[in-house]
């Protein structure tokens, strides 16, 4: 199977790549999930685009998930942002207290809804490799 070798540089060397791979996947998330699209700020996005992406495409699109399970707004921002080296770790929102019961029963039904619907996908994929 290796006919012809094709090179794919590392996300680290194609920065400019960056913005056009995070509209995809806050797509992606926005129609499996059913949430509203999520938009992200110019200081998150060249937070993103500096990043040197040891996990490539895959923790780019983690990141993203974990992001937007964490915010409580549509707007993405650095604060929202984890990555795998700690260098940005989410906080909580200005105007949110630590501990405060909606907002911790809002990230809990966001993630049990990724969650089942990562379950979902995982089961049509071996339903389909199964045919």
Known sequence: MNIVPIRVPPLRERAEDVPLLVGHFLS????????????????????????????????????????????????LTVRHLQFHSSTLIAQPEANSQPGNLKQMERCKRKAAASSALRGVSVLAAVRFTLR
């Open 28 to 75: 992606r998330l926005s129609l499996s999930s059913g949430w509203p699209e999520m938009a992200i700020d110019k200081p998150a996005m060249n937070a993103l685009q500096t990043y040197s992406w040891p996990g490539n495409i895959r923790e780019l699109r983690n990141v993203l998930e974990r992001a937007v399970l964490l915010a409580d707004s549509h707007e």
